[in-house]
C-alpha cells in the first residue's frame, strides 16, 4: 500500500498524456515465471542458436543487424562483446530485446 506521502507526490505529478488503461491484466501470480519472461527466455535462446552458426567476431554486429535494424557503434560493439564473454550470447540476445529500440517503433 502507498502511504499518505506517496499518494500526495502522485496526485500533484502533470501527466503527459491523458490515461487510458481501463483494465490491468496480472499476468503471473507472486513467485512465478509470467508468459511473457518465459516467452522471451526462449526466443532470446533461438535467435542466440542462429548466431552461434557464424563466427564469434560477426555474431554481435549479426545480432544488432536482425534485431535492431542496424550496426553498432564501436562502443556498443566492445561493450557488448565483453558482455557476451561475461554473460553469455543469450543473455545479450535478451538484452538487445528489450531495448527501447526493439520494443517501441518510431
Known sequence: MLDALALMVLENQKLHHKPKAKRVVQLFMSGAASQCDTFLIDQSERFAKRLAALPKER???????????RSPSIMEQTDALAYVQKNGLENLCRLLFNTSEFVFVD
Open 59 to 69: 555474431q554481435v554486429a549479426e545480432a544488432f543487424r536482425l534485431a535492431l535494424g
